[in-house]
């Protein structure tokens, strides 16, 4: 921006007084730009747009949890949530329009992949949730999850330009720590994001530990297998000491056996990791369903048995289709 104005005869700090408007003060049209003359405003009109984000449609549940349908300028939709619980609001962000990936069990991968979302596109999406908390909750947001629509690791360049806008001053100031960037295992791109030092914490979508099982619910598996999964988070644990979030759901004659649960233990003993089982969301085809509380309980005594750190994650937001797997656009 700062060559545009000098190469258009302007000051090269017109560019940061554009950039300040746009990014800090979240302007959407030039009009609003009232620190710049109206001759420069309409110069910028005729030959730009801001394609910003628009919140089309806010949902509230009856337990806080917010969820916001964003229109992008091309008039595809994503979805993003607030969680609040006592002591922090987690935004639950998406990467991309749909998924590049296939989970059986996960709502958002039926829409397919349709674009990647650009930096400002997530961005936007932080800081929409921001003012929300701000406004109905009396405070800032405090985490960032990426474990909305679509698989962060798949629009890594994106999300991690993202990333940098949020943690730096200009943009939100917030720690990498309080962000967690969920994936469903691609190698390749674990190993880049532990060169890349970006600072921020991993959730892997591991819900099986058996080959066999995880490539029946998660087909991209036979393309990226567990053992290439476990170099790639040794790796990253070498490189980064940070540890890994393995987010696990149990299934009723899927992954409900003891034997299931032994072998979860063993990949546990890679690296060290915590695991947070989570409660399934039904998408209403009947082929999933949760395992009974028997099953969980087994998994968190063995789990706790050989002192691996197991929660117990609750969903939010199921009334408005806000729960994790759930995000499909069906407001839209
Ligand atoms: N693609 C990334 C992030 C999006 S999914 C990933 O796979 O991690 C966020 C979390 O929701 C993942 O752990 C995913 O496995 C889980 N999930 C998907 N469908 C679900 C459902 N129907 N019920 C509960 N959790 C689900």
């Keep these: 921006m700062q060559d545009?104005?000098?190469?258009?005869?302007?000051?090269?700090?017109?560019?940061?007084?554009?950039?300040?408007?746009?990014?800090?003060?979240?302007?959407?049209?030039?009009?609003?730009?009232t620190n710049i003359s109206k001759q420069t405003r309409e110069m910028l009109q005729e030959n730009f747009v801001i394609n910003h984000i628009?919140?089309?449609?806010?949902?509230?549940?009856?337990?806080?949890?917010?969820?916001?349908?964003?229109?992008?300028h091309d008039q595809l939709t994503v979805e993003s949530v607030l969680i609040p619980t006592p002591s922090r609001t987690t935004a639950c962000v998406s990467s991309q329009v749909g998924c590049s990936l296939d989970c059986q069990f996960c709502a958002t991968a039926r829409l397919k992949r349709m674009r990647n979302l650009n930096p400002d596109e997530i961005y936007d999406q932080v800081v929409a949730i921001d003012?929300?908390?701000?406004?109905?909750?009396?405070?800032?947001?405090?985490?960032?999850?990426?474990?909305?629509?679509?698989?962060?690791?798949?629009?890594?360049k994106n999300v991690m330009?993202?990333?940098e806008k949020i943690t730096s001053p200009e943009g939100l100031g917030m720690s990498p720590k309080r962000i967690t960037i969920s994936t469903s295992g691609v190698p390749k791109i674990i190993k880049k994001l532990a060169d890349d030092e970006a600072k921020i914490k991993l959730?892997?979508?591991?819900?099986?530990?058996?080959?066999?099982?995880?490539?029946?619910?998660?087909?991209?598996?036979?393309?990226?297998?567990?053992?290439?999964?476990?170099?790639?988070?040794?790796?990253?644990?070498?490189?980064?000491?940070?540890?890994?979030?393995?987010?696990?759901?149990?299934?009723?004659?899927?992954?409900?056996t003891k034997e299931a649960a032994s072998a979860l233990v063993k990949f546990c003993k890679y690296v060290p990791c915590?695991?947070?089982?989570?409660?399934?969301?039904?998408?209403?085809?009947?082929?999933?369903?949760?395992?009974?509380?028997?099953?969980?309980?087994?998994?968190q005594e063995i789990l706790e048995r050989n002192n691996i750190t197991v929660t117990v994650r609750r969903s939010r937001g199921k009334d408005i289709d806000a729960a994790c797997g759930q995000l499909a656009n069906k407001s839209a």
């Design 4 to 33: 545009f104005f000098v190469a258009e005869g302007d000051k090269s700090f017109r560019g940061n007084q554009v950039y300040e408007w746009l990014w800090s003060k979240g302007a959407h049209s030039f009009d609003e730009m």
């Design 54 to 72: 628009r919140v089309d449609r806010m949902q509230r549940s009856s337990d806080g949890t917010i969820k916001n349908a964003v229109k992008l």
């Design 131 to 156: 003012n929300e908390s701000r406004l109905y909750f009396d405070r800032p947001l405090s985490n960032i999850v990426f474990m909305g629509m679509g698989e962060p690791l798949m629009n890594y």
């Design 161 to 163: 330009k993202a990333v």
């Design 203 to 256: 959730a892997v979508s591991l819900h099986s530990a058996i080959d066999e099982v995880r490539t029946q619910i998660m087909p991209f598996n036979e393309t990226f297998p567990l053992t290439d999964l476990k170099e790639a988070l040794e790796y990253w644990f070498s490189k980064t000491k940070s540890r890994i979030t393995y987010e696990y759901i149990v299934w009723k004659d899927i992954n409900d």
């Design 274 to 299: 915590k695991v947070n089982l989570i409660e399934y969301n039904p998408i209403d085809d009947g082929n999933f369903q949760q395992a009974s509380s028997a099953a969980t309980d087994m998994y």
